[in-house]
């Protein structure tokens, strides 16, 4: 079962790199970081959406 | 000519791009090939014949294989969403968060139950359970892309939603409007009826190398003829819910379609271009031929988009500038309403802020009167409109072209099987191989047109890709653009190489 063992291998390396690497230093989700309530979030997505396109 | 500045949105785009895109080379053999995997055992428990056992374990191991190097690939989407498309995900979080999370979660158990009894349980449980345990690795797998492709269709055709301007999200008033969208519902059988086709032709492409190798003959032609019948099938379906999607673009994103045949002038009996060199520097409304040459059929676009080969298919022209004469309101007009809808929004969200409800509730109404054409407030001319047109038609009639040649390559395997000279016909079988690369063409060229034809939108009409993503600088998604690279490539030559080996080794003799 050599083959096994290498798509184990694979696999952990795999979830390592995206969950412990990528997710935790280079994706944090952009709305929970930076604002603190559902309110705050909905108030900044609504200032993007309202921005007139000459702003942009 | 300078070089053109990349933005954050266009590195965005480009890194969801790649990331799919590797994620789809995966994802559709492990569709497909559970499927024929279940069709291969079930003739082993039904003959009770050991050859048909020893040929599932060999398709069976290449389908762990990519199943291995592929699953949670897709969970890097789900990153990006909210890192740099936060004001999308916010705005269709609650809708297609739950759904998403409860499809992955329910797909995940069956899969992992069920995978662990396929591969490991052969001497543990009765035939008949391994037996069921694999059908159910291959409905759970089918069932686990229902949801992201309904959301998908939402994005192409958004329905069954209101949007709410005090949360800034769209919520949901008729799930069973957003589920069964012509679109979705589409979006889903195409989708998987494609897979299909991909692993049938996987499956006769590799047997078709041993014939070649004058290997693993028997299991080789066995293999060959139960994938050619499901891909010949699987062919058929996908002509047919080909013309349904294609029929749905045409009623609901018009401008894709225009762009999928490089019609800028809209016309009655609007033909098909079989062949052409399209003019990719051609803009809406100049005096530019839009082909260097081509080849049409006369009617064919109008019978397809209409149903009525008589019938008028408007152009990008039409689309952006309007035709009074047709009744069609272009985008130059749709920019006003759009803009009128942008600054009530505004307007409303000042009122809210000052207290002032009666002000509020004016606004809000003015709103909802124009909020249909909302994203067209946020293009700067009216041309922003349309899609890269060159690329929309290439894809389009790449796939086209492929996805008829697929079936009579199937056919002509099940000529030559039941002549019994299958293993003589070389160049069928080099033809055969080389397919398994066609065929991805065709799947990514697919998702081109999909996806390339429906810009500039994220949600078709409401939402720009210019403002659905992060305000975060373009540095940051760059670096992560060439990270995915990195690892997808390692990713996809880890399983070309471990399939290759395997393929080497063969079923057990």
């Known amino acids: 079962m050599v083959i096994g063992r290498s798509l184990w291998k694979i696999i952990a390396i795999k979830l390592f790199i995206m969950f412990a690497v990528l997710k935790l230093f280079f994706f944090p989700n952009y709305l929970t970081t930076n604002f603190n309530t559902e309110h705050d979030r909905a108030e900044h997505v609504l200032d993007n959406l309202t921005r007139p396109p000459s702003a942009r | ?509």
């Open chain 2, 1 to 509: 000519m300078g070089d053109p500045i990349l933005t954050t949105v266009d590195w965005a785009r480009a890194q969801f791009a790649l990331t799919a895109m590797y994620h789809w080379i995966f994802v559709p053999l492990t569709l497909g090939l559970s499927f024929l995997i279940a069709f291969f055992e079930s003739i082993y428990v039904k003959t009770g014949n050991e050859e048909w056992k020893k040929l599932t374990k060999f398709w069976m191991t290449l389908f762990g294989i990519n199943f291995a190097i592929g699953v949670a690939t897709g969970i890097i989407l789900e990153f990006q969403f909210g890192t740099n498309w936060s004001n999308y995900s916010w705005m269709v979080g609650d809708i297609f968060g739950a759904p998403l999370a409860i499809e992955g979660i329910f797909a995940f158990f069956l899969e992992a139950t069920f995978f662990a009894v396929m591969f490991f349980g052969w001497h543990r449980v009765s035939k008949g359970f391994h037996l069921f345990s694999t059908w159910m690795v291959a409905v759970g797998s089918n069932l686990s892309a229902v949801w992201i492709l309904v959301a998908n269709g939402w994005m192409q055709f958004p329905t069954g939603m209101e949007f709410n301007p005090d949360t800034a999200r769209f919520e949901m008033h008729n799930f069973w409007e957003v589920a069964l969208s012509p679109v979705a519902v589409h979006k889903f059988t195409h989708t998987t009826s494609s897979a299909f086709l991909l692993a049938s032709l996987f499956v006769v492409g590799i047997s078709a190398l041993f014939l070649l190798q004058e290997r693993h003959q028997k299991m080789a032609k066995r293999s060959m003829i139960v994938a050619a019948v499901f891909g010949f099938l699987a062919s058929v379906f996908v002509g047919f819910t080909g013309d349904e999607a294609a029929y749905n673009v045409a009623q609901r994103q018009p401008m894709k379609l225009a762009a999928m045949e490089g019609l800028y002038v809209g016309q009655e009996k609007a033909p098909v271009v079989a062949m052409g060199v399209i003019n990719a520097g051609k803009k809406p409304g100049d005096d530019q031929p839009a082909f260097y040459q081509e080849i049409k059929v006369p009617g064919l676009l109008s019978l397809l988009a209409n149903r009525d080969p008589n019938s008028f298919v408007p152009g990008i022209n039409d689309l952006v500038f309007g035709n009074a004469e047709r009744n069609i309101i272009g985008a130059e007009q749709r920019m006003i309403t759009g803009r009128v809808a942008l600054a009530e929004l505004a307007h409303y969200k000042d009122a809210k802020a000052k207290g002032d409800e009666e002000e509020a509730a004016a606004a809000l109404s003015i709103f909802n009167q124009h909020k249909e054409d909302l994203g067209y407030g946020y293009l700067n001319n009216p041309a922003e409109a349309a899609p890269p047109v060159a690329t929309t038609f290439y894809s389009f009639h790449i796939m086209v072209a492929l996805g008829t040649m697929f079936p009579m390559i199937f056919l002509l395997v099940l000529y030559f099987a039941f002549k019994g000279t299958l293993e003589y016909q070389r160049w069928l079988n080099l033809l055969c191989f080389f397919s398994i690369f066609l065929g991805y063409v065709a799947q990514e060229a697919g998702w081109v047109v999909a996806e390339v034809g429906r810009q500039p939108w994220a949600i078709q009409g409401l939402l720009p890709v210019g403002v659905a993503s992060t305000n975060i600088a373009a540095g940051n998604v760059q670096t992560t653009f060439f990270m995915f690279l990195t690892l997808f490539t390692a990713l996809l030559l880890a399983e070309i190489r471990i399939m290759v080996k395997q393929i080497k080794i063969g079923p057990e003799e």
